[in-house]
Each structure stands twice: as C-alpha cells, then as structure tokens.
T-cell receptor
Framework: ETGVTQTPRHLVMGMTNKKSLKCEQH?????MYWYKQSAKKPLELMFV???????ENNSVPSRFSPECPNSSHLFLHLHTLQPEDSALYLC????????????FGEGSWLTVV | AQSVTQLDSHVSVSEGTPVLLRCNYS??????LFWYVQHPNKGLQLLLK??????LVKGINGFEAEFKKSETSFHLTKPSAHMSDAAEYFC???????????FGSGTRLSIRP
C-alpha cells in the first residue's frame, strides 16, 4: 500500500471512446502529478497540481484533460486517443513542490486500439 | 540546468554478489537526489533520498547510496544481490519545483541464480 491509489489498473479503449483515470492519495499531500511511462522512453511529466491549481502542463495534447477537484483526488480524462498514447500512466503526490519526495501509485495501463 | 545520467541501461549480477548502479548528475545548486525502484507491472517505490544531511544514505532492502560532490555522482550499491532485487532503477534529481524533477532513463537490474 503506497498511499496513492489508481483506478483502473488496466484499461483498453477505442480511439473514439471517452474514459477517465482516477487517482486518490491518502497521505495529506497538497501536490499531485500525472506522468506517462512508455516503453524505452524516460518518464514524462504531464501535469502538476498544487492546492488544486494546475502549475505545470508539459505541452500535453488536449485529448488529455486533467481535473483536480481537491488535494486528494486527481483525474485524467481521455478522449479520441491515438494508439501511440498506449502507456503506463502514473499518478504521484508530494508535500509541496520544492525538492520533496514524491510517492507514486501503481499506475494505470492504458491500451488504445 | 539540471540533468541526470544513468551510465548503464542494463546491469546483470549473480545472486549474492555486490550491486553497483551508477548515476551522475548535473545541477547548478545543491540538489535533492533520489533512487526509485520499479518492479514489473508496478509503480515506482522510493528506495532512498539524499538532502544534504549525510553523504551516505541508507535505504530500504539493504541498498545505500553515497553522494560525492566532487564526482557529481550518486551511485546505488548493495553488498549482496537477491533475486527479488531484479527490477528497473531510476535516479532522480530535484530542486525547487516540479518541473525540475528530472528522472534518469533507468537501469534494468537482472540477477543470475
């Protein structure tokens, strides 16, 4: 149990579908993150939220839409994805943004067909 | 500017022998340095963290890392490898803000029986 829970763990979706990934942290942190991990590529930071406000958008295509209703929950809404978007999507949380440790969930495996 | 380089993409050792995973970093300021481990189909788990309190940092599962400023290195070691250590290991440098959390490309550790 890492304190960061992601659902679903596995998702298969068609290119015209709309789905969402959910992340919940039980650590009392105020910052939450979405990362993308593709095979043979470094971990890519997608979005950062601090106290529910988006502080980083790392040039992510608009077919990925994040939502942070409160400091404990983070969503990634998915719409008209491409096969190359298939990857492991990792959520993380941390206390503040200044060099503190971030804690990861187990990830959501996304396959776009 | 910050960067992190993991010098080996793959390391293979025999069970019971020492492990050395190499990491070099570049940072204009005193960084925070981390090692994370990712077992197959899992999220990233924090192994250990350096934040200037002590140059030799002990982590979980018998791992430790030594911060060497003169060599800009933060190598991960373990005296005796166990089969359960087989995983991907990431060196991370962080400073001041989420966009400055830089992940290395990872080192895959294999353990031979």
């Amino acid at each position: 149990e890492t304190g960061v829970t992601q659902t679903p763990r596995h998702l298969v979706m068609g290119m015209t579908n709309k789905k969402s990934l959910k992340c919940e942290q039980h650590l009392g942190h105020n910052a939450m993150y979405w990362y993308k991990q593709s095979a043979k590529k470094p971990l890519e930071l997608m979005f950062v939220y601090n106290f529910k406000e988006q502080t980083e958008n790392n040039s992510v295509p608009s077919r990925f839409s994040p939502e942070c209703p409160n400091s404990s929950h983070l969503f990634l809404h998915l719409h008209t994805l491409q096969p190359e978007d298939s990857a492991l999507y990792l959520c993380a949380s941390g206390q503040g943004l200044s060099g503190n440790t971030i804690y990861f969930g187990e990830g959501s495996w996304l396959t776009v067909v | 500017a910050q960067s992190v380089t993991q010098l080996d993409s793959h390391v293979s050792v025999s069970e019971g022998t020492p492990v050395l995973l190499r990491c070099n970093y570049s940072s204009s300021y005193s960084p925070s340095l981390f090692w994370y481990v990712q077992h197959p189909n899992k999220g990233l788990q924090l192994l250990l963290k350096y934040t200037s309190a002590a140059t030799l940092v002990k982590g979980i599962n018998g791992f430790e890392a030594e911060f060497k400023k003169s060599e800009t290195s933060f190598h991960l070691t373990k005296p005796s490898a166990h089969m359960s250590d087989a995983a991907e290991y990431f060196c991370v440098v962080s400073r001041s803000s989420a966009s400055k959390i830089i992940f290395g490309s990872g080192t895959r550790l294999s353990i031979r029986p």
